[in-house]
């Protein structure tokens, strides 16, 4: 099902957060997810993976220092319910061990089942190995978003 058919709140990844700022294949439709009337979730985890993906801009030389802290200042104001991770990471251990995924990524999708969400990343390949399985419903690739 395509994601902006779902009407259901969203979790953010940092893939979706980072696209939306730099010119990815996938930009215009990050951005229209993050300010979409939809309430938006994310675990705290979203600052440092989203201050870590400028980090990285900034060593490629893609971006200034000064670009870079602005970078940060424009994630940091987008609105989203932030749920502090060591609220999810028992949850988030048990999808990690159960689908061979990330904590990381598990911390996204833990916060989805919990919020009865769908999970929206950037991220296709998790995505995919999603499919066809019991948590297919909570996550969707942003190449889907229409």
Request: hydrophobic share 45%.
């Amino acid at each position: 099902m395509k994601l902006a058919r779902r009407n259901v709140p969203y979790v953010v990844d940092a893939s979706v957060v980072a696209a939306a700022f730099f010119q990815d294949e996938q930009a215009d439709a990050c951005r229209s997810v993050l300010v979409s009337k939809h309430t938006l979730h994310a675990p705290d985890l979203i600052y440092p993976e989203t201050a870590n993906v400028i980090w990285k801009r900034r060593l490629r030389g893609e971006v200034t220092e000064q670009e870079a802290a602005e970078l940060l200042a424009d994630v940091l104001r987008i609105p989203l319910c932030i749920t502090p991770s060591g609220t999810l990471v028992d949850a988030a251990l048990r999808l990690a061990l159960k689908t061979e995924r990330t904590v990381y990524d598990c911390l996204y999708l833990a916060l989805a089942v919990q919020e009865k969400a769908v999970m929206v990343t950037g991220d296709q390949r998790l995505a995919n190995a999603m499919a066809g399985g019991p948590l297919e419903k909570h996550i969707v690739w942003i190449g889907e978003e229409d």
